[in-house]
């Protein structure tokens, strides 16, 4: 099964492709978009592990746009089968989740 985590931003739900490194939850998005420029903002988006029923929590985010930690969560995606975005260019960076 593939690690998911459902997302609500601006009345839109969504799914991210998560994956755990050193202990910590990451994902990819593209950089350019107003989820991302909201997370840059407030720190925060709504988060459910739950994906049938969610139950969204305001979760502490950070936004990395280190290139090394991008390929990093990029490469662990695409063993885990679980990769969203197709091709790894200037366009993605990498969110840290911090959910409980």
Do not use: W
Not at 59 to 76: F, G, L, S
């Amino acid at each position: 099964m593939k690690n998911l985590v459902k997302f609500k931003f601006e009345e839109k739900e969504g799914f991210l492709s998560v994956v755990t490194l050193n202990g910590r939850l990451y994902t990819l998005a593209q950089k350019d978009t107003p989820k991302v420029k909201s997370i840059e903002a407030t720190h925060t988006l709504m988060v459910s592990s739950e994906l049938k029923v969610p139950s969204y929590q305001n979760t502490h985010v950070h936004v990395i746009y280190d290139k090394n930690i991008i390929k990093e969560v990029y490469a662990a995606l695409e063993v885990d089968n679980n990769l969203y975005f197709k091709q790894l260019d200037d366009t993605l960076c990498v969110l840290e989740l911090f959910m409980e």
